[in-house]
T-cell receptor, first 116, second 105 residues
Framework: DTGVSQDPRHKITKRGQNVTFRCDPI?????LYWYRQTLGQGPEFLTY????????KSRLLSDRFSAERPKGSFSTLEIQRTEQGDSAMYLC??????????????FGDGTRLSIL | QKEVEQNSGPLSVPEGAIASLNCTYS??????FFWYRQYSGKSPELIMF????GDKEDGRFTAQLNKASQYVSLLIRDSQPSDSATYLC?????FGTGTRLKVLA
C-alpha cells in the first residue's frame, strides 16, 4: 500500500493557461474522488469515479473543469482557461467500493495551484 | 443540494477535558458518516466512521449518530495538545467546513 499519489505537488501558472493534475489511487481502490480546498474551508467535492465511470459531478463545477479515469486506474483533472479563483489545493482521494455504505477515503498530499 | 454543517470554532478546551464536536446533515437517506482530522498544511486523515445509530468507540474517540435528528458528533476524551487540529465531518462525498479545535496545555 503506497498510498494515494498526486503530481505535481505545486503548480504555478498564469491566468488563462490550462493545467492538468494527475492522481494515482491505492491500487485496489476502485473509487476515486477529486476535491478542491481553500484556506479555512472544508474539501469541496468536485467529482468521483467508480472504475472508469464518472458517477457524480458537482453542479457547482464549471465546464472549464474536466476529469478522466480512462482505464479505471489513475485519473487526471484538467482546468482550462484558469482564473484567479481557481487557486486552491486540489485533493484526490480513493476508497474501496462495495456494500450499501461508502467506505472511508484515503487522501493524497494534494496539488497546490497558484494562479498569477 | 446535500449539505453538511459544522460550527467553524475555534473550540478551546483545557488539556485532559472532553472535546465535543457536532455536525448536522441534510440528506436523510445518507448511510455513511466519517470524521477526519486535518492538521494545518496537511491532508485529511480518517479518525472514525459510523454507519448505524448509536455510539462507536475507538480509544479516546467516540462517534455518535442519530439519523432521526440527522446529527453526528465526535467526542474526544482526555484531550491532548496534539489533538489541536481541524475536525471535518463527512457524509460521503460531502464535507463540512470543519471545526477548529484548540487544546490548551
Amino acid at each position: 500500500d503506497t498510498g494515494v499519489s498526486q503530481d505535481p505537488r505545486h503548480k504555478i501558472t498564469k491566468r488563462g493557461q490550462n493545467v492538468t493534475f494527475r492522481c494515482d489511487p491505492i491500487s485496489e481502490h476502485n473509487r476515486l474522488y477529486w476535491y478542491r480546498q481553500t484556506l479555512g474551508q472544508g474539501p469541496e467535492f468536485l467529482t468521483y469515479f467508480q472504475n472508469e465511470a464518472q458517477l457524480e459531478k458537482s453542479r457547482l463545477l464549471s465546464d472549464r473543469f474536466s476529469a478522466e479515469r480512462p482505464k479505471g486506474s489513475f485519473s487526471t483533472l484538467e482546468i482550462q482557461r484558469t482564473e484567479q479563483g481557481d487557486s486552491a489545493m486540489y485533493l484526490c482521494a480513493s476508497s474501496p467500493a462495495g456494500g450499501p455504505s461508502n467506505q472511508p477515503q484515503h487522501f493524497g498530499d494534494g496539488t497546490r495551484l497558484s494562479i498569477l | 443540494q446535500k449539505e453538511v454543517e459544522q460550527n467553524s470554532g475555534p473550540l478551546s478546551v483545557p488539556e485532559g477535558a472532553i472535546a465535543s464536536l457536532n455536525c448536522t446533515y441534510s440528506d436523510r437517506g445518507s448511510q455513511s458518516f466519517f470524521w477526519y482530522r486535518q492538521y494545518s498544511g496537511k491532508s485529511p486523515e480518517l479518525i472514525m466512521f459510523i454507519y448505524s445509530n448509536g455510539d462507536k468507540e475507538d480509544g479516546r474517540f467516540t462517534a455518535q449518530l442519530n439519523k432521526a435528528s440527522q446529527y453526528v458528533s465526535l467526542l474526544i476524551r482526555d484531550s491532548q495538545p496534539s489533538d489541536s487540529a481541524t475536525y471535518l465531518c463527512a457524509v460521503n462525498p460531502i464535507f463540512g467546513t470543519g471545526t477548529r479545535l484548540k487544546v490548551l496545555a
